[in-house]
Structure formats: C-alpha cells, structure tokens
C-alpha cells in the first residue's frame, strides 16, 4: 500500500533531479570546451580583461574596484542570509510537534506519510544549507581579492594578474553553484504538494536556465568576426 501512494515520488522527483543534472553537466562541459557560447564563460573572459585593466591602472581605478566588489559581496550576503532563514524556517517545521502533513493529507498527489513528509523537509533543509555554505566560501573569497587586487605586484609574480583571476573566478563559481542550489530548492518546496510539480518544475527551470546560459546567435557572430578579419566585406553583410 505505501509503495502505491509513493511511487510518483520515487519516479517522478529522481527524474527531475537526473534532468537537472544531466543539463548543467552539459553545460559544464561546454563552458569547458567552448566557453565563448556560454554566458558563464564569456563573463569569466571579461572578469579576467577586467582584472588585468584594474591592475594596470590601479592608482586611478582602486576606488572602482572596491565599489564593484563591494556590491557583489551585498548580492551573496542577501541570498546567504535568505538560504539560512529558510533553513532555520524549515528546522522549525521539523522540530514542530504540529503534524505539517494535516492540511495536506487530501489535497496531493503522491506519499504523504509520517516519512515522506520528513523526507521533503529534510531534503529542503540540506539543499538550502549547502547554497549557505557556498554563498559563504564565495564572500570569502572575493573578500581575499578586495584586499590583494589593491597590492602593488611583487617581483616574484605570486601576486600576479592570473593569480587574482583565479581566486575571482573560484569565487563567482561557487557563487553559480549556490544560485543553482537554491534555485533547485524552489523547485523542490513544489513536492510539498506533490511530485508532479516538481516534475514539471524541473522542466521548466532548464529550460529557463537553457535560454539564460548561452549566448544567442554565437555561431553567427563567429561567423561575423572571420569575415570581418578576412576584408569579405559582401560576406560580412549577408552574415548580418
């Protein structure tokens, strides 16, 4: 009888976390290979150009670099301090001696026991504690490149442009990875109501992310660009 009222659970959501998965190892891959048709990989190219530009004129642009990393530390604070409320909220939830599937026991699709419910609060839990801890290491890190982008570079080149990049670059990662996480949490507080939500969710959550991960039109921009570079002034205009 429990195996009937919860195997959409045990289809559906695994189903939606394999889509998801399956997407962003995709796009991994490509930022890997071929970064340029990715959003992620074109703003990394242009922190790296930004980076070299700000240390080269440090004297005049210090103060702008302190402002931009001070605002992006204020975005990942905000969203680190939302992942803990929900996590303190949802550790509320669990330690409540109120029964949270009572409203709920009717009204949805799917396994609505004592344990699946434990299980939803708890997966919850987990995925917003995990976005917490890297929105966390990501201020941590970018508040290491405040401090050393404003350092005059040492003959042995341990301050280096390439260095500072990286520990850039390792931040807004980790950063990627905690909207990401969180952004797979809001699909997830769907399976309160059922795992055909989340099903639907997860669909619909790529393929946002899909249309918000690659540059539109690359291929012809490449395109664009060659002729240009070869003087193909008619091919140029036909590739506009």
């Given at each position: 009888?429990?195996?009937?009222?919860?195997?959409?659970?045990?289809?559906?959501?695994?189903?939606?976390?394999?889509?998801?998965?399956?997407?962003?190892?995709?796009?991994?891959?490509?930022?890997?290979?071929?970064?340029?048709?990715?959003?992620?990989?074109?703003?990394?190219?242009?922190?790296?150009?930004?980076?070299?530009?700000?240390?080269?004129d440090n004297?005049?642009?210090?103060?702008?670099?302190?402002?931009?990393?001070?605002?992006?530390?204020?975005?990942?604070?905000?969203?680190?301090?939302?992942?803990?409320?929900?996590c303190s909220?949802?550790?509320?939830?669990?330690?409540?001696?109120?029964?949270?599937?009572?409203?709920?026991?009717?009204?949805?699709?799917?396994?609505?026991?004592?344990?699946?419910?434990?299980?939803?609060?708890?997966?919850?839990?987990?995925?917003?504690?995990?976005?917490?801890?890297?929105?966390?290491?990501?201020?941590?890190?970018?508040?290491?490149?405040?401090?050393?982008?404003?350092?005059?570079?040492?003959?042995?080149?341990?301050?280096?442009?390439?260095?500072?990049?990286?520990?850039?670059?390792?931040?807004?990662?980790?950063?990627?990875?905690?909207?990401?996480?969180?952004?797979?949490?809001?699909?997830?507080?769907?399976?309160?109501?059922?795992?055909?939500?989340?099903?639907?969710?997860?669909?619909?959550?790529?393929?946002?992310?899909?249309?918000?991960?690659?540059?539109?039109?690359h291929d012809?921009?490449?395109?664009?660009?060659?002729?240009?570079?070869?003087?193909?002034?008619?091919?140029?205009?036909?590739?506009?």
């Amino acid at each position: 009888m429990e195996w009937r009222k919860c195997y959409l659970d045990v289809i559906l959501v695994p189903l939606g976390f394999i889509i998801s998965i399956t997407y962003h190892a995709w796009l991994w891959h490509k930022v890997k290979t071929q970064p340029l048709s990715t959003i992620i990989g074109t703003n990394a190219s242009g922190r790296r150009l930004w980076v070299s530009a700000i240390m080269k004129d440090n004297d005049k642009k210090n103060i702008l670099a302190v402002q931009t990393f001070r605002n992006t530390i204020m975005g990942s604070i905000l969203m680190a301090t939302t992942s803990i409320l929900l996590c303190s909220g949802l550790a509320a939830v669990i330690s409540s001696t109120y029964s949270v599937k009572k409203p709920l026991n009717d009204a949805v699709y799917g396994g609505h026991g004592e344990f699946m419910v434990a299980l939803k609060y708890v997966t919850l839990l987990l995925i917003f504690l995990f976005s917490f801890i890297c929105y966390s290491i990501s201020i941590r890190f970018i508040n290491q490149v405040n401090f050393l982008i404003n350092c005059p570079q040492d003959h042995l080149g341990i301050l280096s442009t390439e260095y500072i990049s990286e520990l850039l670059e390792k931040a807004f990662i980790l950063n990627t990875v905690a909207n990401r996480l969180f952004y797979a949490a809001l699909t997830l507080v769907l399976w309160i109501f059922g795992p055909v939500l989340v099903f639907l969710s997860s669909i619909s959550l790529v393929t946002v992310l899909y249309n918000l991960d690659f540059v539109i039109f690359h291929d012809e921009k490449v395109k664009m660009v060659h002729h240009h570079e070869n003087g193909n002034v008619d091919d140029f205009v036909i590739s506009v």
